[in-house]
């Protein structure tokens, strides 16, 4: 096996790319004996057992997906660095708590939960499963997810000994592992279920359609559709990784695989590597909220909400479309800033031939959204996309892919799906620590209080909470944290409870593109060859109109609940107004470059716009006419005005070289 150069390697114990997937290639049928390869076809094998045998019980199922990550994990770590053999048994280790439970399930349900005695083995099992986790996912995703999971079980453990409101009464080692292995509320909770049910099959799509040419029939596409207007590179980076990530769901991941594409072209036409980094990477995170396909926390919002993931993604899409109209907005303003003209379209290639060739790998993403629109079951309607890919593609010669290709594809699949795995189980611990001591409810006071009753001030504690915690660990984990503990005050305050979720869904979407980690954007000044703080910080300017949008959610819920067609159009007016000023703001020109007085206008146009009043709406718009004035009415004479200065500043030059 081998790795993209351009993509940070896997091996290096801490991944600073966790998601983006490797690019697997079998040089030799042979490298199919490698041990990563073995357990990463394992996995996918029994992935499909599952499909085909629904009744095979719900703890085996889920040990079975973590059992699997974890092996395949610890396969990744020692990478060229143990002999086969070695990588093997110590893999193998990781499946023993899974045997276990499989073997001792009639046990497991006929004992009473705290009553019955805990075994030395579930003690020994357990540890084991929850040490290797911890420690895989510190060497996969960074030490920050794994350390704030053992904060939570230090908690659990000692939280006796701690007096006040934070305190509790569930102490005892028996308690915990009673819970943490034994049941469905501990490692194989509901984040653990979602990852097991419903994401890997995802992932498994979006492998295949890439391997299939799809990826690529996007990334052409969305090149003819813009390659040729103002900013072309730049919009086509947007287009086409909001597409892609509505298929693959990853940011990181989709920084890899459309960045190597677009952010050369940006630098080409004349963008500079830090906005193309920046640019490529705000538009990769659109991926986790672009329907129909969006990231992981969405389909564990729609668990939690017990409501049909279509209904999650029909709220996503408004609030998706006006956050990429804002970063569309912002490069076509940043290249009339720039004076970067359009490039010609010869220069990406043939595409026409391209789009020829590869045009019929459109049905299965047709079919996909057709059926998720349906109400139809997302797993099955992924499933048959899946299926729909693989015999759409091999039905002309232009797609057709060999064998060694679609067994790259399966292998991909598992490598993807470890970095979703392990921070899910993570999350299922921390969910079971924060239900069982009551944690969830305590903070939900304690924002309640410090906000005194203020909606907006409670909203602004959620938010802020939302971000610090996205900062340190992976979206569905920092979404499912926030979900538990600052939803419920939402709710409590009366925003509807989808709204509430979207609203932290988005900012903690947005925390892969907010310093100081920001991972998107990391991957993005890799490929670009510039510096990672900078590419960041473009970066998180560039999703300022994300972060707008998810207040925006919570001003006019009819952005995400729809209602009355006038109702939803006034909404959409007011999102795409908000977000195209906001880029307005980021940038500095509109028509002519503006000054700070012009540009703190065009802020206050947008909390105008935004707010839930007809009357503050209408002045927010004859604010933003009044810019528009400034920008476009008065710029002629300004140049012409700028020309006579610099003719007459020529002239004097030469009369004093005379």
């Not at 305190?167 to 080692?173: K, M, Q, S, T, V």
């Not at 034994?182 to 295949?208: C, D, H, K, M, W």
């Not at 001030?457 to 938010?463: E, H, I, N, R, V």
Request: aromatic fraction near 8%.
């Amino acid at each position: 096996m081998r790795q993209d150069p351009k993509s940070p390697s896997a091996d290096d114990g801490v991944s600073s790319d966790p998601e983006a997937s490797s690019q697997t290639a079998l040089v030799s049928w042979r490298a199919l004996s490698h041990p990563v390869n073995i357990l990463a076809l394992g996995w996918v094998i029994f992935q499909l057992a599952l499909l085909i045998w629904p009744e095979i019980d719900l703890l085996v199922r889920r040990s079975g997906h973590l059992g699997f990550a974890c092996a395949l994990g610890i396969a990744l770590a020692l990478r060229q660095r143990a002999p086969s053999w070695l990588v093997l048994v110590l893999a193998s280790i990781a499946l023993l708590p899974v045997a276990y439970i499989a073997l001792d399930l009639q046990r497991l349900y006929d004992r009473i939960p705290e009553l019955d005695p805990v075994l030395w083995s579930d003690y020994l099992l357990g540890g084991l499963l929850l040490v290797l986790v911890l420690e895989i996912s510190r060497r996969r995703l960074g030490a920050g997810l794994s350390v704030l999971a053992a904060v939570f079980i230090l908690y659990q453990l000692l939280g006796s000994w701690i007096p006040g409101i934070l305190g509790h009464r569930i102490e005892g080692l028996d308690i915990f592992f009673d819970t943490l292995f034994l049941g469905q509320s501990g490692l194989f909770g509901v984040p653990t279920g979602v990852s097991a049910e419903v994401i890997f099959y995802f992932i498994l799509f979006a492998a295949l359609y890439d391997a299939f040419g799809g990826g690529r029939l996007i990334m052409d596409l969305s090149l003819w559709l813009t390659g040729r207007r103002v900013g072309g590179p730049a919009k086509a980076s947007v287009v086409s990784s909001a597409l892609t990530g509505s298929i693959s769901g990853s940011a990181v991941a989709n920084v890899m695989s459309t960045g190597i594409f677009t952010i050369p072209l940006m630098k080409k036409a004349g963008y500079t590597p830090t906005f193309a980094a920046g640019t490529e990477a705000a538009a990769s995170t659109a991926g986790q909220i672009m329907p129909p396909v969006m990231g992981a926390a969405a389909f564990i919002m729609a668990d939690f909400l017990q409501i049909p993931y279509s209904t999650v993604a029909l709220g996503a899409l408004i609030p998706a479309l006006a956050y990429l109209v804002g970063i569309m907005v912002a490069v076509h303003l940043q290249a009339r800033l720039q004076g970067i003209q359009p490039i010609a379209l010869a220069a990406a290639g043939s595409l026409k031939a391209s789009l020829i060739t590869r045009w019929h790998m459109l049905l299965p993403l047709v079919w996909l959204v057709t059926q998720i629109a349906r109400g139809y079951d997302v797993v099955s309607a992924v499933i048959q996309a899946s299926i729909l890919t693989v015999v759409v593609g091999s039905l002309r010669k232009g797609t057709r892919q060999s064998l060694r290709t679609v067994i790259e594809a399966l292998i991909r699949t598992s490598e993807r799906a470890v970095v979703v795995a392990l921070p899910c189980a993570l999350a299922s611990i921390v969910v079971m620590v924060i239900s069982m001591t009551g944690l969830g409810t305590k903070f939900t006071a304690v924002i309640l209080d410090m906000a005194s009753g203020n909606i907006w001030l409670a909203a602004l504690f959620g938010g802020l909470a939302c971000l610090i915690l996205g900062c340190g660990m992976p979206t569905t984990s920092a979404y499912i944290m926030a979900a538990i503990l600052v939803a419920p005050a939402l709710a409590e305050l009366g925003f509807d409870p989808l709204v509430a979720h979207m609203f932290i869904f988005y900012i903690a979407v947005m925390a892969n593109v907010t310093p100081p980690v920001a991972l998107a954007a990391y991957a993005g000044a890799s490929v670009a060859g510039c510096n990672a703080n900078k590419a960041g910080w473009q970066a998180f300017r560039l999703a300022l109109p994300g972060m707008a949008i998810a207040w925006t959610m919570l001003l006019q819920p009819t952005l995400v609940l729809w209602g009355e067609w006038w109702e939803v159009g006034i909404a959409i007016a007011q999102a795409l107004s908000a977000t195209a000023l906001i880029a307005v703001v980021i940038v500095g020109w509109l028509g002519r470059p503006l000054n700070k007085p012009a540009r703190a206008l065009a802020l206050v146009s947008v909390a105008l716009i935004v707010l839930p009043s007809a009357q503050l709406s209408a002045v927010g718009y004859g604010l933003a006419v009044v810019l528009l004035i400034y920008g476009y009415a008065f710029r002629s004479a300004d140049a012409a005005s700028s020309g006579i200065n610099q003719a007459g500043s020529a002239k004097e030059k030469s009369v004093c070289r005379q």
